[in-house]
């Protein structure tokens, strides 16, 4: 039988889904509040800035891991919602279409109004988007990497925010940016914890399918603490900072002693998670804004 042809409004759903809206602002705020806190100023940049790391680039970034895990994704119930789309074939290149196209005109703009270093810093960003999922380096099945690579996705936009705006770079400044990419290499450990049985059928070896989801969650334990600690050495109001670390400590804990045949447990921790990081990010906002009015 002939399948029959995908509407258009059956594709933009599917895109949509595929972009994990749930997790648009995890990508685009970091930017913004790095560049907003550098320039003080509302400007193009920021503006158009915003809008391409809160769309194109998570369509990018979880299209192209729904394209190539899609295998697995088959085998996997969680997905079909907040935690990804299980694309239909058809769409595949379609959507690899839509997350190029979609990025294009940002890039080139921001090429344009950008340095040296800021091509750099965004190509670096772009190209683990791609390699995190894509092959050859398909980094998503390599153990360690795998939650370096997803952790830079999100402090990444940061980091080109600042180069990109031009800020000085001192040891405190650092020392946030090393939190923020601890507490990425923690939500990525923890979030593969709970994909062990469907990843091990589809054969991707990721932290916790090698590691095993017991020692993959107390990695993201250590991940999280390292994180708030950091946190404690930075600039007033920084060290506040340290407290949101708290709440993921508390959600990941009651899965410490996890089995690997019990696993697909820690979806709900992690579906706590997701929400989690919007009331984190309104503590992250309320914190900016303090510094902002101390050292304006």
């Not at 965004?122 to 370096?148: G, H, I, M, N």
């Not at 923690?186 to 989801?213: K, L, M, N, P």
């Not at 400590?249 to 921790?269: M, N, S």
Request: aromatic share 14%.
């Amino acid at each position: 039988m002939t399948a029959l042809p995908l509407r258009p409004a059956a594709v933009s759903r599917q895109l949509f889904v595929s972009s994990r809206p749930v997790s648009w602002v995890n990508t685009a705020f970091p930017f913004a509040a790095a560049y907003l806190l550098t320039t003080r100023q509302i400007d193009l940049t920021l503006i158009l800035g915003v809008l391409f790391f809160l769309v194109p680039y998570n369509l990018a970034m979880y299209g192209i891991n729904d394209v190539f895990d899609y295998e697995s994704d088959l085998r996997n119930p969680r997905k079909g919602g907040a935690h990804g789309a299980i694309l239909d074939r058809r769409l595949h290149p379609v959507t690899l279409w839509a997350a190029g196209l979609s990025c294009l005109p940002f890039v080139v703009y921001l090429v344009i109004i950008g340095s040296p270093i800021s091509w750099l810093a965004l190509a670096a960003s772009l190209f683990f988007v791609v390699f995190y999922s894509a092959p050859p380096l398909r980094l998503k099945e390599r153990p360690f990497a795998d939650s370096v690579t997803s952790s830079i996705h999100f402090f990444s936009p940061a980091v080109y925010g600042l180069v990109l705006a031009g800020a000085t770079w001192t040891w405190q400044l650092g020392l946030v940016v090393a939190s923020f990419a601890l507490w990425g290499v923690a939500s990525h450990a923890f979030g593969a914890v709970q994909d062990v049985v469907a990843d091990r059928e589809a054969g991707i070896a990721s932290i916790a399918t090698v590691r095993g989801a017991r020692f993959t969650v107390r990695f993201a334990l250590a991940c999280y603490t390292l994180s708030g600690l950091a946190m404690l050495a930075t600039a007033w109001p920084g060290p506040l900072a340290a407290i949101l670390a708290v709440p993921y400590l508390l959600t990941v804990w009651p899965y410490r002693r996890i089995t690997d045949a019990g696993a697909a447990d820690a979806t709900r921790g992690w579906d706590r998670f997701l929400w989690l990081n919007q009331i984190t990010g309104f503590g992250v906002t309320l914190l900016l804004i303090w510094y902002a009015i101390l050292t304006r």
